[in-house]
């Protein structure tokens, strides 16, 4: 069954439009991972369901249209979104950025410092001053400090040293055991690693939807939708790749 169903979505700024119908399905387990090249609209996708863009057609989570609903209601719906610039305030510690995080009357630090010690051991530091990849630690923490029922991740390994790559997809995993995450990532190997399901979009459009692996064990589906090999390795990061 799907938690998130998204369909005709559409989304024009400035008079350009960016998103052309997006079908899309979130299972209500695991993690659904949404693909495609750059530009491709992925980024707006889920910047549309968090009402963060103004678009037309149809959002519905858990049975009801939140299609028009402002940001801070779709939040309170339970739908926690780490953005692809993670969006830390630079200037405040880490426990300060959770702080502001807190919607739920019993917040679940248990959770987040199981999953990652690493900001217990830092509360006190500046966010600004972490590396990127504890940076993304924070934005993910955040969206499970409230019970969400769905958590939308925007390209959480972008930038990251592979190893850092590999401790973030180690927590998402463990985190969808939970709680259904929608996965934006350009990495395969992690997608191939992690997800269940997957949504490739291109120009704006909904190109396939269905399981993720039995995608990228095509290669010829996935160089035709994605523009790269199946086979691309979980290590590859770019230069000047942050920790």
Sequence with gaps: MSLLTVRDLRVVIDGLHILHGVELDVAATGVTALLGRNGA????????????????????????????????????????????????????????????????????????????????QRHRQAAGTLSGGQQQMVAIARTLLNGNRLVIADEPTKGLAPKIVTEVADVLARAAESVPVLLVEQNLALVRRIAGRCAVLADGRTAHQGDARALLADEDAARRLLGVGSHQPETTAPEGSSR
Excluded: C, W
Aim: glycine share 10%; net charge negative.
């Design 41 to 120: 609209g992925k980024t707006t996708t889920v910047r549309a369901v968090m009402g963060l863009v103004p678009r037309t057609g149809t959002v519905t989570f858990d049975g009801a249209d939140i299609t028009g609903l402002p940001t801070h209601q779709v939040v309170r719906r339970g739908i926690g979104y780490a953005p692809e610039d993670r969006g830390v305030f630079a200037q405040l510690s880490v426990a300060e950025n959770l702080r502001l995080a807190e919607r739920d009357p019993d917040p679940a630090y248990d959770l987040v410092f199981e999953l990652f010690p690493e900001l217990k």
